[in-house]
């Protein structure tokens, strides 16, 4: 019995790969995009991960891509460049505009989606609404590069737009892209322009598929418009909501829901805003590509990830606490 049951079991397992390989063909061209889309993460996203050994080593460029293995253990146990950013003098900088910038990110970028998508579902006329939808999120696929110009073309002190309406007014002109007390409005509301559209497609999508007799149910009470948002989309798509927000907190020390900081700061920074345009991930691009130190700028890398993971970790744990909403 022994041996026909191994004889069977050899047959049905010859079955289901044939099956498996037939499906597999059937669908070849579905599992192509598949395969290319993890070779891309495999080699963009876990392949460098070999390179973070070197956030505890003492590694020099002229050592090469060996060198990453075989580098000497930096001083106090490999986390001599740890404390020497906990020590730098602009570690206290990089950190409060880095969290504050976000904060702010956070506080007005967060909340503007949501209203924009709550808005949007109100509108009625059908051909408007997909203008305004259309319009709204194409600023996110615009490079920060081209916003730069644009802001430049209406900030800058020589000829730009809102300078001159200034200047014609009678009034002098305001050094906005150099002027470090503007830069934290400039990167915000530029942020919320380039992101609020794209976000709002979440909500959207979140906002169709809530059950359309509970309006209708609603109405027939006499529940008013603001009340039907309040009582009926708000809850429906609270869980959306509270996973956007995980996500948006987790990218906070990178730059909120945009992820923006680093562009900003590269385009929108110099020497005269520095003060307050410096960020955690430009001070890594400076360290790293500028000054070459890069076993300092892999060290202040990695602390940014795993504040990142704890800012993951703690808020998803919150939100499961606090609304049963959470990712994992």
Same mark, same amino acid.
């Given at each position: 019995?022994?041996?026909?049951?191994?004889?069977?079991?050899k047959s049905n397992y010859k079955a289901r790969i044939k099956r498996s390989l037939r499906r597999f063909?059937?669908? +070849?061209w579905l599992q192509l995009f598949a395969i290319l889309g993890f070779v891309y993460i495999l080699i963009f996203n876990y392949l460098p991960m070999l390179g973070i050994q070197i956030a505890f080593k003492s590694y020099k460029p002229s050592m090469g891509f060996k060198g990453?293995?075989?580098?000497?253990?930096? +001083? !106090?146990?490999?986390f001599y460049h740890f404390i020497s950013f906990f020590k730098d003098p602009n570690f206290s900088?990089?950190? +409060?505009?880095?969290?504050?910038?976000?904060?702010?990110?956070?506080?007005?970028?967060?909340?503007?989606?949501?209203?924009?998508?709550?808005?949007?579902n109100e509108m009625r006329h059908i051909k408007i609404k997909r203008i305004v939808q259309t319009v709204s999120y194409l600023p996110h696929f615009i490079s920060w590069v081209i916003v730069y110009g644009i802001l430049f073309s209406f900030l800058n002190t020589s000829n730009?737009?809102? !300078?001159?309406?200034?200047?014609?007014?009678?009034?002098?002109?305001?050094?906005f892209l150099t002027g470090k007390e503007y830069y934290y409005t400039i990167a915000v509301i530029s942020d919320i322009w380039k992101e609020m559209g794209w976000w709002s497609i979440i909500f959207l999508a979140a906002i169709s598929g809530i059950d359309q007799t509970q309006y209708e149910a609603a109405k027939v009470d006499g529940a008013s418009r603001f009340r039907c948002i309040w009582s009926i989309t708000l809850p429906n798509i609270k869980s959306t909501i509270m996973i956007v927000l995980i996500l948006a907190i987790g990218s906070l020390i990178r730059g909120g829901m945009g992820g923006s900081n680093f562009d900003q700061s590269y385009?929108?920074? !110099?020497?005269?805003?520095?003060? +307050?345009?410096?960020?955690?991930?430009?001070?890594?691009y400076e360290m790293g590509l500028a000054q070459q130190r890069f076993s300092y700028a892999t060290a202040i890398g990695l602390f940014q990830s795993v504040i990142s993971l704890l800012l993951v970790l703690i808020s998803n744990y919150v939100s499961d606490k606090l609304t049963g909403s959470s990712l994992f």
């Open positions: 019995m022994s041996v026909i049951n191994k004889a069977k079991e063909y059937a669908q +070849r990453m293995f075989t580098a000497p253990l930096a +001083r !106090n146990y490999g900088i990089v950190m +409060r505009n880095t969290v504050g910038l976000s904060l702010m990110k956070l506080f007005f970028s967060f909340p503007v989606p949501i209203l924009f998508a709550l808005a949007l730009g737009v809102i !300078n001159s309406l200034l200047q014609s007014l009678g009034k002098e002109k305001m050094e385009l929108l920074g !110099n020497s005269l805003n520095y003060e +307050r345009s410096v960020t955690l991930p430009y001070y890594v």
